[in-house]
């Protein structure tokens, strides 16, 4: 919300602070502030100048060399290039030395050879409107050579961000307020405009009908004749342009004042527009309104409108109609002042997607009580600027709902929260009345206070006990440390185990990344081919990009290296940790924690000793994934083609399913520019935690040297690999210590060896812990091993 320094101090006297030390005041107390913008002018070197001459710039074709009357009794030279003037006009004139918006200072200068002592401003250079093209041109009338800053007054504008449970804040005056009571100023006259001052009567049923009271409990309507509409006063405009909103008429300027002075939004019809009373409804079946922005809008019958006999005249609390809005030639006027229940005008401004300063305050929740005293003000108004004679009483249909009460404060806990001994409890009261809330009753331990109906966030004890330490400030409450030990749970277990992973990763040269968890139904497609299962699909999706949640991490780590590659990235080493949806038989969708891994390009970086590194295959991966917390050994057994991957294969440990790991096909590859092949795989965190064993172990180096042996042997080609890995990993031999594979051959010839078999050959490794081995020993255990490895598979050893 945009707030105006100058407006502010219509309220109360501010000069006595800096712009730094308001916003510090504002930010301590909970308004964040998200802006600070000067306008206008400060410096008096800019002044009134009168443009006596000009000529063509000698130099250029754009550029004009003027002589200007600035009242210091002698011509100064300008060089201008802006052509919407003519000689006699007045013009805003900064001086060398003058200090703009922005931090410009003005300095002389040479413009294509010519001198310049000065320039003549715009008003968007000065800070004080919008780029018309070319210069300010000022009354005529205007002194030469008075300061701008004498004709137009700077002011300051503090965009700030409220919170939705300070809706009282979203006024001049609720500021104000707040203001008032943080720094302890007092506010100027009266205490805020709520107060009503003119009579009321009940409505008659042919004048206002309350059909919809849950949406509308109270509305008044207030009748002004031979009103004369059109511009608004310089005063009035200012205060409007001033927060950035365009004045249209008066009338209008009015109900705009009155919402930025004190949150009561307000609306005026066009009486002669209406077509009988005003009755409060919610919309018939196809009903539509044609509103104010010009566009036409569907109603359903839960939204609720202002009517007249025949149609539907505005949009309750968002917008009204154009068919019944004021314009010049509006003459006689109905003024409505109301309270909208926050959830209907919320439900509907959001299905809509119209959302107006109006229904801004209305969501949020204004206060029933002012309803009066700002309809009462907005008819002050338009007496004095726009004329005309207004009924003398007010036409009320319903009653305000009284949203606040009394709120019992408890001081003992109050004392005990804040945690200041210092703190008195007559400072925290005077703290409360400073905030607008009066006392009802008072003892040591408990006390009762009554909450003006502006504050709508005050409900409960401990409510006054945060207001009082938002005053105060929060610097004073003296810093404890209280925490106990908690013990460490699941959740901190997970995350720690999450945290471990990415270590790993990262050592071994890896990049976390992070990828958006709503892709499109395309792009998992592309990815993943056909997957199992079902895709989560949005109801109502932000864009074509954003349509699915993400059954797999693995769509947006290839969009990632798609990016990293278009960069210039020759080797590619990323991996994310983050949650895939998966949507079940039954409908309900079924959330997982997973970790996704990509690897492509060279082992290293190339440099003067290996400037062709050997290009990282799938090995490679598993290699990582083995030397992951939580993996001892893996077990690899090939997948179902899905057309987007080959190698495609699913990875054990144990009886534990850790994931699978793939090669991105190529045909995939190519589209994202890799340079090589892509592979990929991707892990459950909950099996990867299963197998983690905690803090890491260690035990000695071995004291005895080890012994090896080779070992060749046939089998069938269709034989995996795994099963022999497996065999050497379960044999009950104390003396072997490991086992790897070798060597792999196969002739597809036939000519050295049968098609349909394959020779392997693996080293085992022998040691004992307790000696050194006798190479008797370790042919004993060797030939028993080989032994058990023919009689556990059909395999020839070659011996």
């Not at 299905?351 to 907005?378: C, K, M, N, T």
């Not at 994202?672 to 795989?681: F, Q, T, W």
């Amino acid at each position: 919300m945009q707030v105006s320094l100058n407006w502010l101090q219509t309220h109360l006297d501010l000069s006595g602070y800096t712009t730094a030390q308001l916003s510090d005041l504002l930010t301590f107390a909970g308004i964040e502030v998200e802006g600070i913008e000067e306008k206008g002018v400060a410096s008096d070197k800019v002044v009134v100048a009168q443009i006596q001459s000009f000529e063509q710039h000698p130099n250029a074709d754009k550029l004009s060399v003027c002589q200007v009357d600035d009242g210091s009794g002698s011509l100064r030279q300008i060089v201008c290039g802006a052509k919407n003037f003519k000689a006699g006009d007045k013009v805003p004139l900064a001086l060398p030395g003058a200090a703009l918006p922005g931090g410009f200072e003005i300095k002389e200068g040479k413009l294509r050879g010519a001198v310049s002592n000065g320039m003549m401003c715009s008003a968007k250079e000065l800070g004080l409107g919008e780029d018309t093209g070319g210069l300010w041109i000022l009354d005529s009338e205007l002194p030469v050579g008075k300061p701008v800053n004498q004709i137009v007054e700077s002011d300051t504008l503090f965009d700030l961000e409220i919170t939705p449970n300070r809706s009282d804040l979203l006024s001049h005056l609720g500021l104000a307020r707040e203001l008032a009571a943080l720094t302890g100023l007092p506010l100027k006259g009266e205490r805020d405009h709520a107060k009503a001052t003119s009579k009321t009567r009940a409505a008659k049923a042919d004048e206002v009908t309350l059909e919809a009271t849950d949406g509308c409990p109270y509305y008044t309507a207030r009748i002004i004749k031979d009103v004369k509409v059109g511009p608004s006063p310089a005063w009035l405009k200012a205060r409007l342009e001033s927060i950035g909103l365009r004045p249209i008429n008066n009338i209008v300027d009015i109900t705009n004042y009155v919402m930025m002075e004190m949150g009561q939004s307000l609306h005026a019809f066009d009486l002669a527009k209406l077509q009988g009373g005003i009755t409060v409804r919610r919309a018939k079946e196809g009903e539509k309104l044609l509103a104010l922005d010009g566009q036409e809008y569907a109603l359903l019958t839960e939204d609720l409108v202002i009517a007249d006999a025949q149609r539907p005249v505005a949009i309750a609390g968002v917008m009204g109609g154009e068919e019944t809005g004021v314009t010049e030639s509006s003459t006689d006027i109905l003024l409505e002042a109301a309270y909208f229940t926050p959830g209907n005008v919320r439900r509907t401004a959001r299905r809509l997607s119209l959302h107006s300063d109006s229904s801004y305050r209305f969501e949020r929740g204004i206060d029933p009580q002012q309803v009066h005293g700002g309809s009462d003000l907005a008819v002050k108004l338009i007496l004095t600027i726009a004329g005309g004679t207004a009924e003398d009483v007010l036409r009320v249909a319903g009653e305000p709902p009284v949203l606040v009460g009394e709120v019992e404060l408890d001081e003992v806990r109050a004392h005990r929260l804040l945690g200041m001994p210092g703190l008195s409890a007559d400072e925290a009261h005077a703290i409360l009345e400073k905030l607008g809330l009066t006392r009802l009753s008072a003892n040591k331990e408990k006390s009762r206070w009554g909450i003006p109906g502006y504050r709508l966030d005050l409900q409960r004890s401990v409510d006054l006990v945060e207001e009082v330490a938002r005053v105060i400030g929060l610097d004073r409450v003296p810093a404890k440390f209280t925490a106990a030990f908690a013990q460490g749970d699941a959740t901190d277990k997970a995350y720690d185990h999450a945290m471990q992973l990415r270590q790993a990763l990262v050592h071994r040269g890896f990049n976390e990344a992070q990828t958006l968890r709503l892709v499109s139904t395309a792009q998992t497609k592309d990815a993943l081919g056909n997957p199992t299962g079902g895709v989560a699909a949005l109801k109502n999706p932000l864009s074509e990009d954003h349509t699915t949640l993400r059954p797999s991490i693995i769509p947006g780590l290839l969009a990632s290296a798609a990016l990293n590659v278009r960069q210039g990235a020759e080797r590619l080493r990323l991996f994310e940790i983050g949650r895939v949806f998966l949507k079940m038989p039954n409908g309900m969708v079924r959330e997982e924690e997973r970790l996704a891994i990509l690897l492509s390009g060279p082992v290293a970086p190339s440099s003067w000793h290996a400037r062709e590194p050997k290009a990282a295959d799938i090995f490679d991966l598993r290699g990582l994934v083995e030397s992951l917390p939580g993996v001892a050994t893996l077990e690899i057994k090939p997948l179902k083609d899905n057309g987007a991957f080959l190698l495609h294969s699913e990875l054990k440990a144990g009886n534990r399913v850790l994931g699978w790991i793939a090669q991105v096909h190529p045909a995939r590859a190519r589209a994202l520019d890799a340079r090589g092949p892509v592979y990929v795989c991707e892990l459950l965190l909950s099996a990867l935690r299963q197998g983690s064993s905690g803090p890491a172990k260690f035990t000695d180096l071995p004291r005895f040297p080890a012994i090896t042996r080779d070992v060749a042997f046939e089998l069938a080609a269709d034989v995996p690999n795994a099963k022999v890995s497996a065999f050497f990993a379960g044999v009950k031999e104390p003396l072997l210590i490991s086992s790897a594979l070798f060597d792999v051959f196969a002739d597809p010839t036939g000519v050295k060896l049968p098609q349909d078999r394959k020779s392997l050959a693996w080293t085992l490794t022998y040691r004992s812990s307790e000696k050194t081995l006798e190479t008797a020993e370790v042919d004993a255990a060797h030939a028993r091993i080989l032994a058990a490895l023919e009689k556990a598979l059909p395999v020839v050893v070659r011996r």
